[in-house]
């Protein structure tokens, strides 16, 4: 029956019902045919499946990305990028690249950095001579580094279906986003240097026009700052570090007179619907993970990889390929709320780090995001450049080898992950 109530989800998905009144509409299908339990369960377990002190952080970091893409800072940072590193090989799609890399420091959702950042990033690309498709590639590719570098809403997720410290695993995106990150720039110097791609460069920026840059980037530059030093010091939680930077958010925009009130009420406004579809999806995902732990699902699977390789690196890659694909037809969320209950007693009984490991399925989940036919940060960058989804595909396809690098990096080298964690223990 459990192997129906995952064919009736994916039904229901293909059909285009919304993600969570699937999973709903699966548990009910289950209970229905396969037991004798009331249907009121469903209930019960989706208001006790929230109950988490942790999931708080998820609105305070929506909402300080939202005001931060309203109040101004992505233009600082874009311009301050632009004098710092415009002149190199690859021009704006390098400043692109670090742009994205600063900004991961205050937003916590790739689809905030994707459609905030990405809005001036590729305008400006755009403007410069820059291919259309092109640009929207490495702004979608780009963005899946907000969600690895805290803070990070898919992380709070993680480690709270995990139970692991959410600061433990922001600390671990530390290191995994920057190497993406250079990644990704030696990927477009790559393509520069061979003429894959027309590049045009910036005149290099003057001694003043660097240091006028940089200084009105300061105030933004010391949000992640902030929140860094109160991580590494321990004096709060993420929860707790989520609301400072969201005052502090608040304040930076009515100092550079960018956030009015009328802003501030709309990025409340957005920030209350995408928590309560996120959280509305979370919590339709309870009973399916209830019914997978019924039924002994994590054991089950656990017997069968076994049986094809009881070698942890074999069965790491094994994982790898099977989040890749399913990855290309859900959404992040979903696939973490079922693949976590799933795949977690494996990995322990493997003696792999559940931090490690998260920093696995969350860059698989990501990278998902960036792929066909149902790639959600695809489909933003493509209406901000205007151009046609095949076109953005075929830009993207030099993107997913670093991603893939960087996903076998942290898959095989647990030090790379697991180094600033407990160096701070």
Not at 10 to 28: D, K, N, Q, S
Not at 61 to 78: E, K, Q, Y
Not at 90 to 119: H, K, P
Not at 131 to 159: E, H, K, L, N, T
């Amino acid at each position: 029956m459990i192997l129906l109530m995952f064919g009736v989800m994916f039904l229901l998905i293909a059909l285009e019902l919304p993600i969570a009144f699937a999973l709903i509409a699966a548990a009910f299908f289950y209970l229905h045919t396969g037991t004798q339990i009331p249907p009121s369960i469903v209930v019960q377990r989706m208001s006790t499946g929230i109950d988490s002190f942790p999931l708080l952080a998820i609105p305070l970091f929506v909402l300080a990305g939202n005001l931060l893409n309203s109040g101004g800072i992505a233009r600082r940072l874009f311009d301050f990028s632009i004098a710092l590193i415009g002149h190199m090989r690859g021009g704006l799609a390098q400043v692109n690249i670090l742009a994205s890399l600063i900004f991961s420091g205050m937003s916590g959702v790739a689809q905030a950095d994707a459609a905030g950042l990405g809005t001036v990033e590729i305008k400006a690309m755009k403007s410069a001579g820059f291919d259309a498709s092109f640009a929207a590639a490495v702004s979608a590719s780009s963005a899946i580094i907000g969600p690895i570098i805290p803070p990070s809403v898919i992380m709070v997720i993680y480690g709270v279906l995990a139970q692991v410290s959410v600061g433990d695993l922001f600390l671990a995106g530390i290191v995994p986003g920057v190497v993406i990150g250079l990644l990704l720039m030696l990927t477009v110097y790559i393509l520069v240097v061979t003429r894959t791609v027309h590049a045009p460069v910036q005149p290099q920026a003057s001694a003043q026009e660097l240091r006028r840059t940089f200084v009105a980037a300061i105030p933004p530059l010391m949000a992640p700052i902030i929140l860094m030093g109160g991580l590494l010091s321990g004096v709060a939680t993420p929860t707790e570090l989520g609301a400072v930077t969201v005052v502090y958010a608040v304040i930076l925009g009515f100092i550079y007179r960018e956030l009015t009130w009328k802003s501030l009420v709309r990025a409340m406004s957005e920030t209350a619907v995408a928590t309560g579809v996120l959280v509305f999806i979370m919590a339709a995902a309870v009973p399916i993970g209830w019914a997978i732990a019924v039924n002994n699902v994590p054991a089950l699977f656990a017997g069968w990889l076994l049986s094809i390789t009881q070698e942890p690196w074999a069965a790491l890659m094994v994982i790898n390929v099977l989040l890749l694909i399913v990855g290309c037809f859900m959404e992040t969320t979903a696939i973490l709320l079922i693949a976590v209950p799933t795949l977690l007693p494996l990995i322990l009984q493997l003696g792999i780090d559940p931090v490690q490991f998260g920093l696995i399925i969350i860059i698989n989940l990501l990278i998902g995001a960036t792929t066909p036919p149902f790639g959600v940060l695809l489909f933003i960058v493509q209406d901000i450049a205007r151009v046609s989804f095949g076109e953005i595909v075929r830009a993207m396809l030099p993107f997913y080898i670093p991603l893939l690098v960087a996903l076998l990096l942290v898959t095989y080298w647990p030090s790379l992950s697991l180094w600033l964690p407990l160096m701070m223990k």
